[in-house]
């Protein structure tokens, strides 16, 4: 049986750079293995019509090497899917590293063998692995969520999830579609498919707050400046709590008249961009402060969508402004003001069940030629649990997990020795820009492989008293946060059936947590247990 000292699943922006790590810094025996046939991860799989980063291009990749973020030009302001996988094979090609990877293999199994200290791996293709080291590469938002409707298996035209884009054109052209789900997905999707299908109805559940992305060329000097700075940046992101280059204002809402405020808020909507919320401190922390902020945006909506009664299904907000995760869109609000689309509120017209030939509401029967599920994801937990994890002692993952993750920096699992997560629940991941987590991730892994390398040792994984503490930890922050103000928020396992319902990631933001993770690292791992 063929045995590595690391495999890590997943081929996407975390599981190149930790391959990269492995074999070419720690001289470690490394295969990746890859469920799909390239690379690229999320940007493989999201190839839906208007998939687009919301992070910024210039902060968006890898800042380790220098030739690397150098030798690359970001030609707009928020990449588009097609670039970021253009840029990570870019990468690839610098590292050389496609030939460590196995392509088309699902993991199916992963258990624990404690008498050898190995883990052996299982994939869908009949290939059995062993390795010293399991990491876990495979992104926080991989595993799709198509809701379990009834009818859906009777449905005679054909469906998409937005997360499983087919390779192979979707002829959207003159169709008449259904769209379900109004999140960071179905926003981007509306407006480009918009333009040249016959008639789209959007099925909305929950209002969504939504910025002007203002996406734009860039030009030469911007270009020059971003690579001029490229220190400058790398420094920066690692010091904002969400990895990006804006950080919070230090001014409250409350500080100015309605005019001045009004002002201030203006000026950020024009500029667009996640940093929206920073424009004032207060926004994201207080509930009468996040007010005033939600109030503007839903005068901006109110101001665009001609049709009052569709305006007012688009701003009837049941959450604070951030608490679900903050979206950007290119003409969303405009669109409804096209005759061809139309806006179903899910609230009090529920889809009763998907027929034949469309979808059938309390109130109406839809005939549809396609239906695209923007529905999101078994965000965090899902892409884990599906790995059929078994550690020391049989114990299962999904036994473990079942009332809630339990990890430690969300980097690893009491009782899983030598399983590593990279984007784990428990850590910032989706509340930042998940290149910047991912380089703490990788390389705070790699130290730790580099440490028990140099000190000879077998196994590390943290102590079950460790987890329970970071446990508290989150619930501690996340509780004194407005992201508990959101009634259904994936953020907290609220979307999917059945999942425990705690907030998943850490959030307390980057800086803080790298801090922890970089004293852990300094104390040589005295929370863990190390033989
Ligand atoms: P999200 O943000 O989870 O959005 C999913 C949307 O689908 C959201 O509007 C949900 O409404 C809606 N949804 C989910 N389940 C249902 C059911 N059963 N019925 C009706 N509507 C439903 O996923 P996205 O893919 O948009 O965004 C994830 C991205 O965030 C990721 O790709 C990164 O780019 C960042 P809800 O609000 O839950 O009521």
Same mark, same amino acid.
């Given at each position: 049986?063929?045995?590595?000292?690391?495999?890590?699943?997943?081929?996407?922006?975390?599981?190149?750079?930790?391959?990269?790590?492995?074999?070419?810094?720690?001289?470690?025996?490394?295969?990746?293995?890859?469920?799909?046939?390239?690379?690229?991860?999320?940007?493989?799989?999201?190839?839906?019509?208007?998939?687009?980063?919301?992070?910024?291009?210039?902060?968006?990749?890898?800042?380790?090497?220098?030739?690397?973020?150098?030798?690359?030009?970001?030609?707009?302001?928020?990449?588009?899917?097609?670039?970021?996988?253009?840029?990570?094979?870019?990468?690839?090609?610098?590292?050389?590293?496609?030939?460590?990877?196995?392509?088309?293999?699902?993991?199916?199994?992963?258990?624990?063998?404690?008498?050898?200290?190995?883990?052996?791996?299982?994939?869908?293709?009949?290939?059995?692995?062993?390795? =010293?080291? @399991?990491?876990?590469?495979?992104?926080?938002?991989?595993?799709? +969520?198509?809701? $379990? #409707? /009834?009818? *859906?298996?009777?449905?005679?035209?054909?469906?998409?999830?937005?997360?499983?884009?087919?390779?192979?054109?979707?002829?959207?052209?003159?169709?008449?579609?259904?769209?379900?789900?109004?999140?960071?997905?179905?926003?981007?999707?509306?407006?480009?498919?918009?333009?040249?299908?016959?008639?789209?109805?959007?099925?909305?559940?929950?209002?969504?707050?939504?910025?002007?992305?203002?996406? =734009?060329? @860039?030009?030469?000097?911007?270009?020059?400046?971003?690579?001029? +700075?490229?220190? $400058? #940046? /790398?420094? *920066?992101?690692?010091?904002?709590?969400?990895?990006?280059?804006?950080?919070?204002?230090?001014?409250?809402?409350?500080?100015?008249?309605?005019?001045?405020?009004?002002?201030?808020?203006?000026?950020?909507?024009?500029?667009?961009?996640?940093?929206?919320?920073?424009?004032?401190?207060?926004?994201?922390?207080?509930?009468?402060?996040?007010k005033k902020a939600s109030n503007f945006i839903k005068e901006k909506i109110l101001n665009t969508v001609k049709d009052k009664k569709v305006a007012e299904i688009l701003t009837n907000f049941d959450h604070p402004f951030t608490s679900k995760r903050p979206t950007l869109n290119t003409n969303y609000y405009e669109i409804f003001n096209k005759d061809n689309v139309e806006l179903i509120d899910l609230k009090t017209n529920p889809i009763i069940k998907i027929t034949k030939k469309g979808i059938k509401t309390k109130y109406n029967e839809f005939f549809f030629d396609k239906i695209i599920f923007a529905t999101g994801y078994d965000a965090l937990t899902g892409p884990l649990l599906s790995l059929n994890l078994v550690g020391k002692k049989n114990i299962k993952l999904k036994k473990l997990w079942s009332k809630?993750?339990?990890?430690?920096?969300?980097?690893?699992?009491?009782?899983?020795?030598?399983?590593?997560?990279?984007?784990?629940?428990?850590?910032?991941?989706?509340?930042?820009?998940?290149?910047?987590?991912?380089?703490?991730?990788?390389?705070?892994?790699?130290?730790?492989?580099?440490?028990?390398?140099?000190?000879?040792?077998?196994?590390?994984?943290?102590?079950?008293?460790?987890?329970?503490?970071?446990?508290?930890?989150?619930?501690?922050?996340?509780?004194?946060?407005?992201?508990?103000?959101?009634?259904?928020?994936?953020?907290?396992?609220?979307?999917?059936?059945?999942?425990?319902?705690?907030?998943?990631?850490?959030?307390?933001?980057?800086?803080?947590?790298?801090?922890?993770?970089?004293?852990?690292?300094?104390?040589?791992?005295?929370?863990?247990?190390?033989?």
């Amino acid at each position: 049986m063929l045995q590595f000292d690391s495999i890590i699943i997943g081929a996407g922006i975390s599981g190149l750079y930790q391959l990269h790590k492995c074999r070419d810094e720690l001289n470690l025996k490394t295969l990746a293995i890859e469920e799909g046939s390239d690379i690229g991860g999320t940007w493989f799989w999201n190839r839906y019509p208007g998939a687009r980063c919301d992070s910024e291009s210039h902060t968006y990749g890898y800042t380790f090497s220098e030739k690397i973020y150098k030798n690359w030009t970001w030609k707009e302001k928020y990449p588009k899917q097609n670039t970021i996988l253009k840029y990570l094979k870019y990468v690839e090609k610098k590292l050389d590293l496609k030939k460590d990877i196995l392509f088309n293999n699902k993991i199916t199994s992963a258990k624990y063998l404690e008498r050898k200290n190995l883990w052996l791996i299982k994939t869908n293709k009949n290939k059995v692995l062993l390795c =010293k080291y @399991l990491i876990c590469a495979v992104g926080s938002l991989s595993s799709a +969520n198509i809701p $379990k #409707i /009834k009818g *859906l298996n009777t449905y005679e035209g054909k469906y998409y999830h937005t997360g499983r884009w087919p390779k192979k054109k979707v002829n959207l052209k003159n169709k008449v579609v259904a769209q379900i789900g109004t999140g960071s997905s179905g926003i981007q999707v509306a407006p480009t498919i918009a333009k040249k299908v016959k008639k789209l109805v959007i099925f909305q559940r929950t209002p969504n707050y939504s910025i002007p992305a203002r996406n =734009k060329k @860039l030009t030469k000097e911007i270009i020059n400046k971003y690579l001029k +700075n490229y220190k $400058k #940046i /790398k420094n *920066l992101i690692k010091k904002t709590p969400g990895g990006h280059t804006f950080n919070f204002s230090s001014r409250s809402v409350f500080d100015f008249n309605k005019i001045e405020r009004n002002k201030i808020f203006e000026e950020a909507w024009l500029k667009g961009s996640l940093a929206f919320r920073a424009c004032f401190g207060d926004i994201t922390k207080k509930l009468d402060a996040n007010k005033k902020a939600s109030n503007f945006i839903k005068e901006k909506i109110l101001n665009t969508v001609k049709d009052k009664k569709v305006a007012e299904i688009l701003t009837n907000f049941d959450h604070p402004f951030t608490s679900k995760r903050p979206t950007l869109n290119t003409n969303y609000y405009e669109i409804f003001n096209k005759d061809n689309v139309e806006l179903i509120d899910l609230k009090t017209n529920p889809i009763i069940k998907i027929t034949k030939k469309g979808i059938k509401t309390k109130y109406n029967e839809f005939f549809f030629d396609k239906i695209i599920f923007a529905t999101g994801y078994d965000a965090l937990t899902g892409p884990l649990l599906s790995l059929n994890l078994v550690g020391k002692k049989n114990i299962k993952l999904k036994k473990l997990w079942s009332k809630s993750p339990k990890t430690y920096l969300g980097l690893m699992i009491p009782n899983f020795p030598n399983l590593f997560i990279i984007q784990g629940p428990g850590s910032p991941s989706v509340l930042t820009n998940v290149p910047v987590q991912i380089e703490q991730h990788v390389e705070w892994i790699t130290n730790c492989l580099n440490f028990l390398n140099k000190k000879n040792k077998k196994t590390i994984e943290p102590t079950i008293s460790s987890a329970k503490r970071w446990s508290a930890e989150i619930k501690k922050l996340a509780d004194a946060s407005l992201f508990m103000k959101a009634k259904i928020s994936w953020y907290k396992g609220d979307n999917i059936p059945g999942k425990p319902k705690v907030f998943i990631p850490y959030p307390g933001g980057l800086p803080r947590y790298r801090n922890i993770c970089n004293k852990v690292e300094k104390n040589q791992y005295k929370e863990f247990l190390i033989k």
